[in-house]
């Protein structure tokens, strides 16, 4: 079986996938983290990955940039490779000064203005929440970890270069958003059209209020946090 985007056959594939914006980080935690690996994808340089954590067979996959993109990996998942569960694990841009580089985000709800979700099925919500039963597991295991997470609603945009950037801190304040990324408002509406579950960890790798940001080779390789937490409950 493969679908026009991924080509891993049956049972290739985990039923809780860890997704990473980026095919590299990707890679990374299957070559850092997992035992046994096997890579099921490759088309358009989008890498798979399935491998055992502690005896658990996990598989991890990049899902790229925008909703558009995870929209079409995490429907093929979800729809056609019977994936359960799919955590995204990515990095975004805080809102809020009480937020630091390289905190932790459990996303609770995902605020956008993109017409996906309505374009996909005609739901005309602009929020949408995570599924509470995957993000109780991961407050557990955050805690068995000792790591500290915040936990709030995040903003999915379809733009990352703004003409006019202090508009949205005025909604952010007004919405109470933490900080902005990309992925997950598309991420969770597919997990509700196909009665799935999803879920969101984030690290902040810069900060739209101190102006403050990491390298692209540390949001490659050094959010490790949020890995270790979803690998932990990963199932």
Do not use: W
Not at 157 to 172: G, M, N, T
Not at 185 to 206: E, G, I, P, R, Y
């Amino acid at each position: 079986m493969s679908t026009p985007h991924i080509s891993a056959k049956n049972n290739e594939i985990a039923k809780t996938v860890l997704m990473p914006g980026d095919p590299l980080r990707a890679k990374y935690i299957a070559d850092t983290f997992l035992t046994n690996v096997k890579q099921f994808n490759s088309v358009r340089n989008m890498f798979g990955y399935t491998g055992f954590y502690n005896g658990k067979k996990i598989s991890v996959m990049g899902s790229g940039m925008g909703m558009p993109s995870i929209g079409i990996y995490s429907y093929e998942l979800f729809k056609f490779y019977d994936v359960d569960n799919i955590i995204r694990i990515g990095s975004c841009g805080a809102y809020t000064k009480n937020l630091k580089l390289y905190d932790t985000i459990l996303v609770t709800e995902a605020y956008s203005e993109s017409s996906f979700a309505y374009a996909q099925n005609k739901c005309d919500l602009d929020t949408l929440p995570a599924s509470l039963t995957l993000n109780q597991q991961l407050e557990v295991f955050a805690d068995k970890l000792k790591i500290k997470i915040v936990k709030g609603k995040i903003h999915s945009s379809d733009v990352f270069y703004r003409e006019y950037p202090e508009e949205i801190l005025k909604i952010a304040q007004a919405r109470d958003l933490l900080g902005v990324e990309m992925e997950s408002f598309a991420l969770f509406h597919n997990a509700h059209v196909t009665n799935k579950q999803a879920a969101c960890l984030l690290t902040v790798s810069d900060s739209l209020v101190t102006q403050e940001s990491t390298t692209p080779e540390e949001r490659q390789t050094a959010f490790t946090n949020m890995m270790k937490i979803a690998l932990e409950m990963a199932e």
